[in-house]
């Protein structure tokens, strides 16, 4: 009976510090919510209280927009005035416009919280530019180099260029890419980078480019005779510039053939140089046969016990056959 009595008197006691546990667990989320609905009361007053303030912010920063609309309008054309490239006017233009927006958002945010100050803004910019750096460092440095571009111009816009394994038209020129419209009709976009620190050949920069083909006579035909006729050709052919004069010399004596290297200028545009190098080895081609000038094939004589044994090429075996 003692020992039920106990059992009983324990039992009563747990229960009642299970009760205070609960009660004093649920005064504490009563006062977890009673703290949070004060903070967000809190929040939602500052809020309508700051609205005056936020307004006149946003009206700061619209000023701030008219006046880069303003900035940029008068930098484009004083630098259109100036006689500065359409190009560069356009990107000093749009970095102004940018410039004047970022003044104008720092200080809105100074209006609004007046306990930000400049210095403050500045050091957080400079922070958070060095992580946006990281991140953007191509896109950066494609900025960078088409900004350098389009201050020094190393090409025009209607430029023939080349850079690595792509050739053709310059179509536009952007602080971040540039593209170029190939000979086959295809659109290449090039990074910024790419141009202002790899090789760039840029065919039409000058209005004259020259040429350069290499012809092979026989060993037993004249050489000066072989030059006048190209000489003669080249005089005649259109598309051949006179000034500066062409020119044909001779290079190497080769297994097969005494080679000589015809030198002209032409018109520096790739179509022109395309359609007058065809007419100057047509030309040639069919004045050296008139002239009964060999322009040998190449062969291969081996030395047998019976004595040399000439073994001729395809083409040569053909020209044969056609002969017989």
Known sequence: MISLLLFLQNANQEIANTNQSTKKASEEFVGAGQAAQNT????????????PVIA?????????????????????????KAGIDSMLSSLLARISYFIT??????????????????????????????ALGFAFKDVLQNLFAGFLILLYRPFYLGDQI????????????????????????????????????????????????????TVGIGYGDSIEEARETIMNVLRKTEGVL????????????????????????????????????????????????EKGIDMPFPHMVLMT????????????????????
């Not at 900035?71 to 630098?79: D, G, K, L, N, S």
């Not at 190939?182 to 480019?209: C, H, K, Q, W």
């Not at 179509?271 to 100057?280: A, E, L, P």
């Not at 040399?308 to 075996?317: D, F, G, K, V, W």
């Open 242 to 289: 006179s000034e500066p004069a062409f020119d044909v010399n001779v290079v190497e004596l080769a297994d097969n053939s005494v080679n000589l290297k015809v030198l002209f200028w032409t018109d520096s545009v790739q179509s022109s140089v395309r359609k007058t190098s065809d007419r100057v080895i047509t030309g040639i081609k069919n004045a050296l046969d």
């Open 305 to 324: 016990q019976e004595g040399p044994l000439q073994i001729e090429s395809e083409a040569e075996s053909q020209k044969s056959k056609a002969a017989d």
């Open 162 to 213: 080349k850079i690595k394994d792509f050739e053709g038209v310059v179509e536009d020129i952007s602080v971040r890419a540039t593209k170029m419209k190939t000979y086959d009709g295809e659109r290449v976009v090039i990074p910024n980078s790419e141009l202002y620190m790899n090789a760039v050949l840029v065919r039409t920069a000058f209005p004259n480019r020259r040429t350069k083909i």
């Open 101 to 130: 927006i970022i003044i104008g958002i720092f200080v809105s945010i100074a209006v609004i919280f007046p306990t930000v100050t400049p210095g403050s803004l500045i050091a957080g910019l400079g922070i958070g530019s060095v």
């Open 40 to 51: 967000i009361v809190d929040m939602v007053n500052g809020f309508f209280a700051k609205l």
């Open 56 to 80: 006149v912010g946003v009206i700061v920063f619209l000023i701030f927009l008219g006046i880069a609309y303003v900035v940029r309008t008068i930098v484009a054309t004083a630098t259109g």
